[in-house]
């Protein structure tokens, strides 16, 4: 589980997160829903070390992360799906994914996973030879999810996977984290598309710059009269 | 000799050259690829690695080891050089300052290499001994020295261990992500800076595999040697692609059958205006052509990144 206490990250003079606290509990999707701004990139970027923290604490299944080197924590269990994909794009798409299994010690099941990779992802298969940047917005994502997918991680941290896709790409990647989340995988999910987000997480929790102002049941805050005017637009 | 055979024994000359040129760019284009910078200061790895093999042949002589072993001292000497170079000067400079201020660290580096090794060795040219004594190789009219044939061996062996490195092993793989995103190779699990470390040991190596393809030519160390070698490098790094490997290949063995066939002709076809004293001034002239055409090099990828 991931437990994450009075947590504040500053850049310089400016405040990005005030004094936030969160827990994601094993096989849950826990959303994280906001604004533009509101601090949820910067919680992510804090938990997977890319981002320093002020004060507070990071706990991972026992480990504190905020003690641990960026390019560690990976081998913990722990993926992240950065926002903007970020996939290698002077590298095949096949390349990206077997970047993925790069932290893996026992290298045995890499041609398994990447078949599966490749079953949830029909697509990537097809394109598995072709460069990354080359691909459409919808398969970068895909790339990022399956490369993220090939570091057999527990838990994924998903950074606004539906940004500047398709409604029907924005299906496709969400029934892919519920699957994922079928198969135990713990997710944490920012999403500005708060409503796809409320309707797949568990419970959620609602940030507003860089302090969170509700937390609850995502079902329960999908009928919140606050959160259907700011966030969903009803 | 028939103007055939002189034809071709130029073409051999400008690769021998060009694979010097060629390992140099390959060492400027991977510190380039992974940090963006331009390390003014990988010329002056040559010199020292041609010092240090002026220094170990003897010594390596005398526990009976053949002179070419020296090579091993000079890469690793190099290599820690270069480590030594980017921990202590480039980094910390790096993560405080901005891609200016590196890039003048860069020539300062330059500069105190040059002169710390002036203060060591002096200013004069000092002779290296022998290296190899390989024989001439006939071919009919054609003769190919010595020196010549294990200069394009070596750059040909090297430059196709190099793309195998880069493209088919791990490390190399962990190069190629960290140089494209670093904070998603982070995420992979690529430790980023023993990677930025690893880069620089082994293009400062390779700069010592130039100095002793160099030193079986031209058997004389210099303190500024690596000064103009390091240019041409430079600028065959610019006309292949700044940043590709095959790019510095190809930009290395053009630039050295440029310079080799200009200085073979271009006295001839001009009648004499133009002697082959122009032969540097000719080869800036072609990068610029070249850039004005592509302005990424002949194999460099459209980038829209400050130098």
């Known amino acids: 589980m991931l437990d994450i206490k009075n947590l504040s990250v500053s850049y310089g003079a400016i405040d990005a997160v005030k004094d936030i606290s969160l827990h994601v509990d094993d096989g849950e999707i826990v959303s994280l829903i906001g604004a533009n701004g509101a601090g949820k990139t910067t919680t992510l970027h804090t938990i997977t070390g890319l981002v320093p923290a002020k004060s507070g604490s990071i706990m991972f299944n026992g480990q504190d992360l905020l003690k641990t080197k960026a390019n560690r924590i990976v081998t913990l269990g722990m993926a992240h799906v950065p926002e903007g994909r970020h996939v290698f794009t002077r590298m095949s798409v096949q390349e990206n994914l077997e970047m993925g299994a790069y932290s893996l010690k026992d290298t045995s099941h890499v041609a398994e996973d990447l078949d599966k990779v490749y079953t949830y992802f029909p697509r990537l298969k097809e394109r598995r030879r072709q460069l990354a940047g080359t691909l459409s917005g919808g398969e970068q994502q895909m790339v ?7 570091s057999r991680p527990n838990t994924i941290l998903m950074d606004e996977p539906s940004m500047g896709l398709s409604p029907k790409l924005v299906k496709e990647i ?3 984290i519920e699957k994922l989340h079928d198969e135990g995988i713990t997710v944490l999910l920012v999403e500005q598309n708060a409503k796809m987000a409320l309707s797949i997480a568990d419970r959620a929790y609602v940030l507003e710059t860089g302090r969170i102002t509700m937390e609850g049941k995502a079902s329960d805050l999908l009928h919140d009269e606050k959160v259907r005017k700011a966030y969903l637009g009803a | 000799m028939s103007g055939f055979v ?25 510190v380039y690829g992974i940090i963006r910078l331009l390390n003014f200061a990988h010329g002056d790895f040559i010199m020292i690695g041609a010092y240090t093999l002026m220094l170990s042949i003897p010594a390596l002589a005398a526990m009976g080891m053949p002179a070419w072993t020296a090579v091993i001292p000079a890469t690793l000497v190099c290599a820690l050089v270069g480590v030594l170079v980017e921990r202590l000067a480039y980094k910390p400079v790096r993560e405080k300052g901005n891609s200016m201020t590196a890039l003048i660290t860069a020539i300062a580096m330059s500069l105190l290499l040059e002169n710390g090794s002036q203060a060591i060795f002096g200013a004069d040219y000092k002779t290296v001994p022998t290296i190899v004594s390989i024989p001439t190789l006939t071919i009919g009219q054609l003769k190919i020295d010595g020196a010549t044939i294990v200069s394009i061996v070596l750059g040909v062996v090297m430059m196709v261990a190099m793309q195998l490195y880069v493209k088919r092993t791990k490390q190399g793989k962990a190069m190629r992500a960290v140089s494209e995103d670093k904070e998603a190779s982070l995420l992979m699990g690529i430790n980023v800076n023993g990677t930025i470390t690893l880069t620089f040991a082994i293009g400062s190596g390779l700069a010592a595999i130039a100095a002793l393809m ?9 303190p500024t040697m690596g000064m103009m070698l390091g240019l041409k490098a430079f600028v065959a790094a610019v006309l292949g692609g700044i940043g590709s490997i095959p790019g510095a290949m190809v930009g290395g063995l053009a630039i050295g059958l440029i310079e ?3 200085k073979a002709y271009i006295g001839t076809i001009t009648g004499g205006v133009i002697t082959s004293a122009f032969s540097d001034a000719i080869v800036f002239a072609i990068l610029i052509i070249v850039l004005l055409v592509r302005p990424s090099g002949l194999m460099g990828e459209p980038e829209t990144e400050k130098v």
Request: contains cysteine; positive net charge; aromatic residues 14%.
């Open chain 1, 174 to 176: 969400f029934r892919i």
């Open chain 2, 6 to 30: 002189m034809f071709i024994s130029q073409i051999f000359n400008g690769l021998k050259i060009g694979s010097v040129y060629a390992l140099v760019a390959l060492g400027y284009t991977m």
């Open chain 1, 144 to 150: 990022a999810m399956g490369r993220a997918m090939m």
């Open chain 2, 214 to 222: 160099y030193c079986v030519s031209y058997p004389q160390v210099s």
């Open chain 2, 260 to 262: 080799s066939l200009t």
